[in-house]
């Protein structure tokens, strides 16, 4: 069977809501990933089959279209926007997997883009008339009763597996202490410089005294403990066996993955199935993992997902996560996949990203440094 690689990935940095990237349309957020990405594997924009983005938001307009086009891509490479909320960054890597290996695609360029600051603004409109209704969480299943705010749900699942505040706001400090010393080795390889900015503007020094003061959104759920909204993107190039032997760059096959729907007031569990179906797939057990990128939207969720897995702790966000940076949702997941490819082209073994989405989803990928 054929095998698709990762040979290049990048990221802009991640920025909160209202921050450097506030004036940025999305396009113009995505195209100088690409445009690195491209540039660091030596390859031509002509030589790219698809383009598949990410966009949680409702942008609207084809977003990978455009970012295409303003990347510079030829005008036959027509963009897929996919949503699968905040699964799509890996949803959409795991789907150009599946164009190389069937043959259809060499070249791959995969990722997502979000600009929460400029999300459209959303209503609803009613057969009789009456003025439309703004709402700002979709709907994600049929039954109202079990569709909960993503922050109470999160509560929920703290409660029901006995994860205290006090373990999520360790979680929170580890992760802001881990990301600020990676910032200060490592950022320059992942991220690009867009607009002046070559960090991630959240992390910060988090202390006890700051998490205890942290407002409460549900419970146990506070500002501390919970990732921010951002705007970011992120991409990953994802070629064929082929051409990754041709460019001789540092890669990383994809050896699996999996999207798993679970139940959807608990959402923060689902990952752990996609995990398992993963590793089973790959042929591995979580021992021999050597990275593991999970999704930290809720320091809970990060916890459950470790602990569910059965992953060790010292190999689970090593350089810190979301909590620390920001979730740009859309992109969220293929920030995962970019910081694990640099994890394991630098220092080999296999990895894991996983991450939940709304729904009760949860996506899981496999890497392998070749």
Not at 20 to 34: G, K, R, S
Not at 202 to 225: E, H, Q
Not at 301 to 311: D, F, T, Y
Request: hydrophobic share 45%; glycine share 10%; with cysteine.
């Amino acid at each position: 069977m054929s095998t698709a690689c990762i040979i290049a990935a990048r990221r802009s940095a991640t920025v909160p809501q209202g921050g450097a990237f506030a004036a940025v349309d999305i396009h113009d957020l995505a195209a100088p990933v690409v445009q690195a990405v491209l540039a660091d594997a030596g390859l031509g924009e002509d030589e790219v089959g698809e383009l598949i983005l990410s966009n949680a938001l409702g942008a609207g307009g084809n977003p990978a279209r455009r970012a295409g086009l303003a990347a510079g891509l030829p005008e036959r490479v027509s963009g897929l926007t996919i949503d699968r909320q905040c699964c799509g960054g890996l949803d959409a890597i795991l789907l150009a997997r599946a164009l190389v290996v069937s043959g259809q695609h060499d070249i791959v360029l995969a990722g997502g883009a979000e600009n929460y600051s400029r999300r459209p603004l959303r209503s609803r409109t009613f057969a009789d008339r009456r003025p439309p209704e703004p709402y700002d969480q979709a709907p994600f299943t049929p039954w109202p009763d079990r569709d909960p705010d993503m922050a109470d749900a999160a509560d929920a699942l703290g409660r029901k597996l006995g994860v205290s505040r006090r373990e999520q706001d360790d979680w929170a400090m580890d992760s802001h202490a881990k990301a600020m010393r990676w910032q200060d080795q490592s950022a320059a390889a992942e991220i690009i410089p867009l607009l002046g900015t070559t960090r991630d503007a959240f992390t910060r020094k988090l202390t006890p005294r700051l998490c205890a003061r942290a407002p409460v959104v549900s419970g146990d759920i506070t500002a501390a403990n919970m990732a921010v909204a951002a705007d970011g993107a992120a991409f990953c190039l994802v070629v064929s066996e082929r051409v990754a032997k041709r460019l001789a760059r540092p890669a990383v096959q994809i050896l699996s993955g999996a999207t798993v729907g679970g139940d959807p007031v608990l959402p923060g569990l689902a990952p752990v199935a996609a995990i398992a179906a993963s590793l089973e797939e790959a042929r591995l057990t979580a021992a021999d993992l050597t990275r593991a990128e999970i999704m930290e939207a809720f320091a809970v969720q990060a916890i459950v997902c470790q602990q569910g897995a059965g992953l060790a702790r010292e190999i689970v966000n090593t350089d810190g996560g979301a909590l620390a940076r920001g979730h740009p949702v859309g992109a969220s997941g293929a920030i995962l996949a970019v910081r694990l490819y640099h994890q394991l082209t630098t220092q080999g073994g296999a990895g894991l990203a996983a991450i939940a989405a709304a729904g009760g989803l949860g996506t899981a990928v496999v890497l392998r440094s070749v």
